[in-house]
């Protein structure tokens, strides 16, 4: 392998790249578990781990909490000596009471962003599970570790920086996306850095700076890791693996997807996001999709205006029904032309 390894505090990944979080159900332990098997870190995504409970719609916080617990055991069980993580969204309710479980089943790291996750250090402290919060700009990296150092006397075990070709939600303005689609974000990694640097120095610890993306390829990797990041975190060429845990119909989408079908979404969080255009994006776009049930799940959202649900756009994904659902996909999805493997995908990037 031509890469080092990333170390974060004292765990150690082989391969310096991060399985990013995917909700919902998207990585799960079946996706987590074979990439910290592969010498990755693994990453379950605590939005609503507990879709497939059969008690899911009637208790959904107990069937997440039972989910998350059961899909870390999981996950663990498939790489024993694997670095496994749980991405907890702080936008949701039971944030405090999903990074606790998180951490008392055994989490490694806990990934953090959609927000700034203020108070996620007095909700790991007196354990050995590491924080890394996942943001997007200098300013909001000075923000929040201003705040942790303040509050909490401490500072982050990693960061992770989200760039504007990333899936999912983004933490940036449609304007900002199609200003640094033309390149230039390179500039606010150089600023991050400084901004986590000053905090190695007062607290005299390495803080590793990971970037995600858009990371595609092994040429993608080192370049950012020749701009002195630690390491990358990558979500949607994780999609088109067997192992992924989404339907095999949410994973083809990815495989028939042009450039031209990429797309930014308003998302009922009140964020941009990005999506493949399917039936489902337009009828969005043309009016409200009245929900039939509330999840009680974002603090942000209500019923009442929300332009549609966007657990149940995320449950139908995950599920396959990919005409009446919200294809989160990142900005090079299109370029996926096959399913492959974790560990083929792993030594593809690294060998
Ligand atoms: C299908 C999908 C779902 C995602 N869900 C989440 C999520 O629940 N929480 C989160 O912090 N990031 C989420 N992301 C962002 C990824 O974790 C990752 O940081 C980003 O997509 C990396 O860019 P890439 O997909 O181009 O590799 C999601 C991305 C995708 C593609």
Redesign the pocket.
């Known amino acids: 392998m031509d890469f080092p390894s990333l170390h974060i505090g004292e765990l150690c990944a082989r391969v310096p790249i991060i399985q990013?979080?995917?909700?919902i159900g998207?990585s799960l332990s079946s996706l987590a578990g074979a990439v910290a098997k592969a010498g990755g870190i693994g990453v379950i995504?605590a939005?609503q781990p507990g879709y497939q409970e059969e008690d899911f719609f009637r208790n959904s916080y107990g069937a997440n909490e039972r989910a998350l617990a059961k899909h870390l055991t999981r996950a663990r069980e498939i790489a024993p000596d694997g670095v496994i993580g749980v991405?907890v969204?702080c936008r949701g309710h039971h944030y405090a009471e999903y990074v606790k479980c998180a951490v008392k089943n055994g989490a490694d790291i806990i990934?953090s962003?959609?927000g700034l996750p203020k108070t996620l250090p007095s909700l790991v402290e007196g354990t050995k599970t590491k924080i890394a919060p996942?943001i997007s700009s200098a300013k909001a990296a000075s923000v929040l570790l201003h705040l942790w150092e303040r509050h909490h006397h401490r500072t982050a075990d990693a960061v992770?920086i989200?760039g504007p070709?990333?899936?999912?939600?983004l933490g940036y303005t449609r304007e900002e996306v199609a200003m640094w689609g033309n390149g230039g974000y390179e500039e606010q990694i150089g600023d991050i850095l400084k901004v986590v640097h000053s905090y190695e120095e007062k607290f005299k610890k390495k803080i590793p700076v990971i970037f995600?993306?858009?990371?595609f390829d092994k040429a993608d990797i080192s370049h950012y890791l020749s701009l002195g990041l630690a390491g990358v975190?990558?979500?949607?060429?994780f999609?088109a693996t067997k192992e992924c845990d989404a339907a095999d119909a949410f994973k083809q989408m990815y495989v028939n997807a042009h450039k031209e079908d990429i797309t930014l979404v308003n998302s009922p969080v009140h964020m941009t996001g990005r999506a493949i255009r399917n039936a489902f994006v337009t009828r969005a776009e043309k009016g409200r999709i009245p929900p039939d049930h509330c999840f009680n799940c974002l603090k942000t959202c209500n019923p009442a205006t929300t332009p549609y649900c966007i657990t149940m756009a995320l449950i139908r994904a995950v599920k396959g029904d990919v005409d009446n659902a919200l294809i989160?996909?990142?900005?090079?999805a299109w370029k996926i032309n096959e399913i492959t493997t974790v560990p083929a995908l792993i030594h593809e990037l690294t060998e």
């Open positions: 990013g979080g995917m909700g998207i995504s939005a991405n969204m990934f962003g959609a996942i992770v989200e070709k990333a899936g999912g939600h995600g993306g858009g990371v975190q990558m979500a949607t060429r999609v989160f996909c990142g900005a090079n």
